[in-house]
């Protein structure tokens, strides 16, 4: 059975324009889904339906069997434990050091003992080479550094799915790679991921699933030598010969 399950999801900003059409997919625990497609496709739009930022408006999400009922705050906040989402922009507090802002929310929302969740923090920290960067406030921080504290962040909430929303992308090329790696040590670790990304050849790499989507459809999904080595549709087809020249 699949860890996680959407069916013919469907979702608007406006109640009339869907951004996303009739989604269906299936993602096994400690999966790497990679989410591929020009701007606009409804990437972005399906990690933040799947977590009630985008209500949607036809279909099913389920989460080990157990249904997510959008219209239900105690079933949107059992949905929100499980999962996380990283966002492009960082999104840390100024004025609390790494180490606070990986340990707020999980001390003062889920109400867990500060000292033990201090010590998580720590640990969290160092498991995505921030071990020595604890006391450091966001701007004594890189921008790779930024988004590995907020990475260590989200995995504070201990969810079962990690959403990755174009991690890489506010960043300097030479700051890319650090957060790629946490990210491949992540899936190593048997995390279960859903990443959208314009990184094709990370993608490639860590994902064991690429799903390409457009118009907020999803076009052709696969393994990932088959989605960019041989692609069936027209508009994959189309896709891949314009980022693969580069």
């Known amino acids: 059975m699949a860890f996680l399950t959407i069916e013919g999801l469907s979702a608007s ?12 997919l299936q993602v096994g625990q400690g999966e790497v889904v990679g989410l591929i497609g020009p701007s606009g496709s409804g990437k972005s739009s399906l990690l933040r339906a799947l977590v009630g930022l985008l209500r949607p408006r036809a279909g099913r999400v389920s989460i080990a069997g157990q249904p997510v009922d959008y219209g239900s705050r105690a079933s949107l906040r059992a949905a929100r434990d499980r999962f996380a989402i990283v966002f492009q922009q960082f999104n840390l507090f100024q004025n609390m050091t790494a180490l606070r802002n ?12 500060p000292a033990d969740v201090e010590a998580e923090a720590t640990r969290l920290l160092g498991r995505v080479g921030l071990g020595a960067k604890l006391h450091a406030y966001p701007d004594e921080l890189s ?11 989200a995995l504070a909430l201990r969810p079962d799915i990690l959403l990755l929303d174009e991690v890489t992308s506010a960043l300097d090329p030479e ?16 995390m279960t991921m859903l990443v959208v990304s314009h990184e094709m050849a990370f993608i490639r790499e860590v994902a064991s699933t690429v799903v390409f989507m457009d118009a907020g459809r999803v076009v052709e999904q696969g393994p990932p030598a088959r ?3 041989a692609p069936e549709s027209a508009r994959l087809k189309d896709f891949t010969a314009k980022i693969l020249r580069h």
């Open 175 to 190: 700051l890319v790679t650090e957060v790629l790696d946490a990210i491949r040590a992540l899936r190593d670790e048997g």
């Open 102 to 113: 990986v340990a707020i929310a999980p001390t003062l929302v889920k109400k867990r003992p």
């Open 227 to 229: 989605i960019f080595d």
């Open 13 to 24: 900003h406006d109640g009339r324009n869907d951004v996303l059409r009739d989604i269906s």
């Open 143 to 153: 921008g790779g550094q930024q988004q590995r504290v907020a990475i260590a962040r």
